[in-house]
């Protein structure tokens, strides 16, 4: 089954301890993304990547890291978690045909810092 | 301003009525997406345009360039439809992030 896959699904932390939100894809997509939503924002993303070791950064990527050293996978790493990164992180991923093509997202982590 | 402004950002019907949703932009763009989340907060991508019309059983999707806006629309709508619709627009000029809308919030009353 295509799908996208994110782990984990809760999360809550306290500021400054560092965490690594998971992502992988089984579709052999080339572009894959973090973006978090939050109320009365919408969505805004993080950091894409279109191929392995290519990323770059979205509207929002202050506090957040990510690599790309597999096709598949595509981990998001808050290396010093504050409050105000508490929200709901979706990743997504989708062909690259010199534009990002349909994006199948993953279920959502839900993080709160305390 | 926000780059991307969607309109409503509610819009409650019954069903069976006809549902249009707008999506305009202030910047170029390569292409434009809809999104379908659902109450559980799955996201589900429903169409990627660039240019012209799409359509795919009850939704059709329109995009119009030239006036940078996109209209997203619903025939013979039901309960099940009722969701958070998202329109995100891909830029041009060399950028491959997306920038989203807020989403209009659609609740269809049986």
């Known amino acids: 089954e295509a799908q996208v896959t994110q782990n984990p699904r809760y999360l809550i932390t306290v500021t400054g301890k560092k965490l690594t939100v998971t992502c992988s894809q089984n579709m052999n997509h080339e572009y894959m993304s973090w973006y978090r939503q939050d109320p009365g924002l919408g969505l805004r993303q993080i950091y894409y990547?279109?191929?392995?070791?290519?990323?770059d950064k979205g509207d929002v990527p202050e506090g957040y890291k990510v690599s790309r050293k597999e096709k598949r996978n595509f981990p998001l790493i808050l290396e010093s978690p504050s409050p105000n990164q508490t929200s709901l992180y979706f990743c997504?991923?989708?062909?690259?045909?010199?534009?990002?093509?349909?994006?199948?997202f993953g279920p959502g982590t839900r993080l709160t810092v305390t | 301003k926000n780059e991307v402004e969607q309109s409503p950002q509610n819009l409650t019907a019954q069903e069976g009525e006809f549902i249009t949703i707008n999506c305009s932009y202030s910047?170029?763009?390569?292409?434009l997406h809809w999104l379908q989340q659902h109450p559980g907060g799955g996201i589900v991508s429903l169409f990627m345009l660039s240019s012209g019309k799409k359509k795919h059983g009850r939704l059709i999707a329109t995009i119009n360039i030239q006036e940078k806006h996109s209209s997203l629309h619903i025939t013979a709508s039901h309960p099940r439809d009722s969701a958070v619709y998202i329109c995100?627009?891909?830029?041009?000029?060399?950028?491959?992030?997306?920038?989203f809308g807020k989403g209009t919030h659609l609740i269809i009353q049986p």
């Open positions: 997504a991923s989708s062909l690259w045909r010199g534009t990002p093509y349909e994006q199948y």
């Open positions: 990547s279109m191929n392995v070791e290519v990323t």
């Open positions: 995100a627009v891909r830029r041009g000029g060399g950028a491959d992030g997306l920038t």
């Open positions: 910047v170029g763009i390569s292409a």
